[in-house]
């Protein structure tokens, strides 16, 4: 499949395919990078059906580790305003998303025109996830207000982004569907469910399926939800 390199603004870019008005903006996980397996067989499905997909490298991943540039969700929504003008041709524009990547993909693009979206172990209420974060770490929101940052177990939490989260709710109205799966720990069946109740969300779960999808058995059936759903 041909594939090229490319830097926007810095940005490390990578386009999956030939050139096509149909684009893919695919966003990766944590402590992932563009080229990630997800990813890689995202393109696969969806440039036979004539899609370019675009993937970069969020904040502290990838090629942008060590540099001072923080993954936080005014830097992530100000990275995809640079990408997306560089997209002004395309026609249709699809968002992946896997776990993290779903959140900023939604937060940055739900003031969009954005015609569908693809959700692999979407985080769908970032607020939770750090309120139960601080809670797995027996600790409270108002530790974080006093320390700024704390370094658990699981990751750095920053006020900052905490308020940032808390003050941006998501307010997603795009053609969604999602893959869950059913022994994801970071978001739960309650708040999956929840979230995908507008009739515009569509919620595949795939029992065996963990918040990280790598497996061969579920690799190949989020490989089968792809090539249904794109």
């Given at each position: 499949?041909?594939?090229?390199?490319?830097?926007?603004?810095?940005?490390?870019?990578?386009?999956?395919?030939?050139?096509?008005?149909?684009?893919?903006?695919?966003?990766?996980?944590?402590?992932?990078?563009?080229?990630?397996?997800?990813?890689?067989?995202?393109?696969?499905?969806?440039?036979?059906?004539?899609?370019?997909?675009?993937?970069?490298?969020?904040?502290e991943?990838?090629?942008?580790?060590?540099?001072?540039?923080?993954?936080?969700?005014?830097?992530?929504v100000?990275?995809?305003?640079?990408?997306?003008?560089?997209?002004?041709q395309?026609?249709?524009?699809?968002?992946?998303?896997?776990?993290?990547?779903?959140?900023?993909?939604?937060?940055?693009?739900?003031?969009?025109?954005?015609?569908?979206?693809?959700?692999?172990?979407?985080?769908?209420?970032?607020?939770?996830?750090?309120?139960?974060?601080?809670?797995?770490?027996?600790?409270?929101?108002?530790?974080?207000?006093?320390?700024?940052?704390?370094?658990?177990?699981?990751?750095?939490?920053?006020?900052?982004?905490?308020?940032?989260?808390?003050?941006?709710?998501?307010?997603?109205?795009?053609?969604?569907?999602?893959?869950?799966?059913?022994?994801?720990?970071?978001?739960?069946?309650?708040?999956?469910?929840?979230?995908?109740?507008?009739?515009?969300?569509?919620?595949?779960?795939?029992?065996?399926?963990?918040h990280?999808?790598?497996?061969p058995?579920?690799?190949?059936?989020?490989?089968q939800?792809?090539?249904?759903?794109?």
């Amino acid at each position: 499949m041909e594939k090229a390199k490319d830097m926007i603004e810095g940005i490390p870019i990578l386009r999956w395919g030939e050139t096509s008005d149909k684009i893919v903006l695919a966003f990766h996980g944590d402590q992932s990078h563009k080229e990630d397996t997800v990813i890689q067989l995202l393109a696969e499905a969806a440039v036979p059906k004539g899609y370019q997909v675009w993937s970069f490298d969020l904040p502290e991943h990838g090629e942008r580790k060590g540099q001072p540039y923080a993954l936080n969700p005014p830097n992530v929504v100000a990275d995809v305003e640079k990408i997306l003008f560089e997209h002004q041709q395309a026609q249709q524009i699809t968002l992946f998303g896997c776990s993290i990547g779903a959140y900023f993909a939604m937060l940055a693009g739900q003031a969009k025109n954005i015609q569908q979206s693809l959700f692999l172990s979407p985080i769908v209420d970032m607020r939770e996830l750090i309120e139960n974060i601080l809670d797995w770490s027996r600790l409270t929101p108002a530790d974080l207000r006093r320390e700024k940052r704390i370094k658990t177990p699981f990751n750095t939490l920053a006020w900052e982004y905490y308020c940032y989260v808390v003050e941006h709710p998501i307010q997603w109205t795009v053609s969604t569907k999602i893959l869950y799966g059913g022994k994801d720990q970071l978001t739960s069946r309650k708040t999956i469910e929840k979230f995908a109740r507008p009739s515009m969300i569509d919620l595949t779960i795939f029992a065996t399926g963990e918040h990280f999808f790598h497996t061969p058995t579920q690799l190949s059936f989020y490989q089968q939800w792809l090539t249904s759903n794109l």
